[in-house]
């Protein structure tokens, strides 16, 4: 199973798949299962809703992929969909669930229960209740600016890719992303002055 793809592979992969491959769609399925659920959980913050948006995700783009003109889109066109799944269900809920890291790992295993599991080697820095801070923080984001900051920060992607998934210019986007980011450190700056209050 390839961790990931170079351009080129993903590229023969997608249009294997367009014509009807599964075996190349599952690889597709397997390389960016995960990512797509991590950004799905940063925006909405529930384990079971990431979950569910993630298999939805999953089953519109085998449905959609056939009409995906540009194989070379596929990342972004991909992620667009998981991000409208996730304004969709925003808008019919209107609520939020927050959920520890853990709680993330755990939700995307069982997500994956009928694979192979591995344990993840890559944990975050950061405590669980600081984790818990920038969680919240994300969530008292409105929309706009949490899924820019969850594409530049957790996704690490590059503005101009941001700009192809969200549709919005270069200039709105490092924008959204500069307030999103002075957001977050002011949640952050104001847990760590009360937890020094609460030490002395």
């Known amino acids: 199973m390839p961790s990931e793809f170079s351009p080129e592979q993903l590229k023969e992969v997608v249009i294997r798949a367009q014509k009807?491959?599964?075996?190349?769609?599952?690889?597709?399925?397997l390389v960016f299962s995960k990512p797509v659920y991590n950004f799905?959980?940063?925006?909405?913050?529930?384990?079971?809703?990431?979950?569910?948006?993630?298999?939805e995700t999953f089953l519109k783009v085998h449905t959609e992929l056939k009409h995906l003109r540009d194989a070379n889109q596929f990342r972004f066109w991909l992620y667009r969909i998981a991000r409208n799944e996730v304004?969709?269900?925003?808008?019919?809920?209107?609520?939020?669930?927050?959920?520890?890291?853990?709680?993330?790992?755990?939700?995307?295993?069982?997500?994956?229960?009928?694979?192979?599991?591995?344990?993840?080697?890559?944990?975050?820095?950061?405590?669980?209740?600081?984790?818990d801070v920038i969680n919240k923080a994300l969530q008292s984001l409105t929309p706009k600016?949490?899924?820019?900051?969850?594409?530049?920060?957790?996704?690490?992607?590059?503005?101009?890719?941001i700009t192809k998934i969200v549709g919005r210019s270069l200039l709105s986007v490092k924008t959204d992303i500069y307030r999103a980011r002075l957001m977050v450190k002011e949640a952050i700056s104001t847990y760590m002055k009360r937890s020094r209050v609460e030490e002395s």
């Open 20 to 29: 009807g491959s599964d075996q190349d769609f599952y690889e597709l399925y």
């Open 40 to 55: 799905i959980w940063r925006l909405i913050g529930s384990v079971e809703d990431a979950e569910d948006l993630v298999q």
């Open 87 to 131: 304004y969709q269900k925003l808008r019919r809920t209107q609520r939020t669930t927050e959920v520890s890291i853990d709680d993330e790992e755990a939700g995307y295993y069982n997500f994956l229960k009928d694979e192979i599991r591995q344990p993840d080697p890559e944990k975050l820095a950061l405590s669980g209740e600081l984790s």
């Open 145 to 161: 600016y949490r899924d820019v900051f969850v594409l530049a920060v957790f996704q690490k992607m590059s503005y101009e890719d």
